[in-house]
């Protein structure tokens, strides 16, 4: 009890003084603001009435967090209580509970998580179903997330030259719609993506932070331009919006992460002014992928298309004079199908 006692008084002294507090997850597991990260994994696109195999070989990984990238669950409802039962299924599936036993869990929505296919701002019940995903989460109930519109949040683990910076952007309650042409998405040249408010956070996390590493996620793809689906690349003017803003705050390494596209693949792209190359990881497909997929364009692609079930590992060799990251797209029995390694 003392322990408990102790934990809410400390969380209150560092939401008081502006400070992150981690999440817990489902299993009530803490990762301290101290932790140096060195092993995190991450996946999306999780039907919670379909097998589930990668649970297994996402643990023999050692992962010390688990992020969500999106379609955590397949919602698609306006019925609260159906979304909340979706969500209490996947938290009972007994591999994913071997998971949140030992390892701490972030994330952020996409659009079927959501409540509706390629929703954005229109959908009605994003209020209710925000809590729901943070519920899911394991967000405190003191969390900022819980305190504004949108599901955008950041967390910083790690210290001095081994900090790390998660940022959790929200592509849905902010997002205005899209139109369809020869089942193509027509680009919305002045659409709103993010919305001012949660734009202002984001320039504030990015400006003077003395992290080393600086992970950004957010459900649809930042960098692919030629694919025909949902991306950042719909909404032009919003995706030069964030590359300048890069630039313009110039954080210390920036590595980007997405799913959605029931594929794994790594982009790299270097905008005019930066200083280095900005790698993307999209891993989506943990239950089902799109096993048809097998030419996409995406002229940013380094290494293969992986168009099998799959999840990614990042890991961070601090021991060099500039962190060495190491990016995985792996697969069912931990099949090893993208291996890069770079660093800034």
């Not at 803490?30 to 999780?46: E, K, M, V």
């Not at 179903?129 to 394991?138: E, I, P, V």
Request: contains cysteine.
């Amino acid at each position: 009890m003392i322990k408990v006692y102790f934990f809410v008084l400390w969380s209150f002294v560092l939401v008081f003084y502006g400070c992150k507090v981690p999440a817990s997850n489902q299993g009530g597991n803490i990762l301290s603001a101290n932790t140096s990260l060195s092993r995190i994994a991450f996946g999306s696109c999780s039907r919670h009435d379909l097998p589930q195999p990668l649970w297994l070989p996402i643990l023999e990984n050692k992962p010390q967090l688990w992020v969500w990238l999106g379609d955590n669950v397949y919602g698609d409802t306006e019925d609260m209580a159906v979304l909340k039962q979706k969500y209490d299924a996947q938290k009972q599936n007994p591999e994913y509970q071997n998971l949140t036993a030992t390892v701490p869990v972030i994330g952020i929505w996409d659009d079927h998580d959501y409540g509706v296919n390629d929703g954005g701002m229109n959908y009605p019940k994003k209020k209710e179903s925000q809590q729901l995903m943070l519920d899911f989460l394991g967000e405190p109930a003191t969390s900022s997330r819980r305190k504004h519109e949108g599901a955008y949040g950041s967390y910083v683990y790690g210290s001095e030259k081994q900090q790390i910076k998660i940022i959790l952007l929200d592509g849905r309650y902010f997002r205005e719609g899209l139109q369809r042409e020869d089942g193509r998405y027509i680009a919305n040249e002045t659409g709103s993506f993010l919305g001012e408010e949660q734009w202002n956070w984001l320039e504030k996390e990015l400006t003077g932070s003395t992290a080393a590493i600086h992970i950004i996620a957010c459900g649809v793809q930042f960098i692919p331009e030629e694919q025909r689906f949902e991306k950042w690349a719909n909404f032009p003017r919003a995706r030069k919006r964030f590359f300048d803003l890069l630039v313009k705050t110039k954080p210390a390494g920036v590595v980007l992460l997405s799913g959605d596209r029931h594929i794994g693949e790594v982009s790299r792209y270097q905008p005019a002014g930066m200083p280095y190359p900005i790698w993307e990881v999209t891993s989506s497909g943990l239950t089902h992928s799109s096993t048809n997929n097998t030419g996409e364009e995406n002229k940013y692609r380094v290494g293969s298309l992986v168009n099998q079930l799959n999840f990614g590992i990042l890991t961070i060799d601090w021991t060099t004079p500039k962190p060495n990251v190491n990016i995985q797209i792996r697969g069912k029995e931990n099949v090893l199908y993208v291996n890069e390694r770079f660093s800034f």
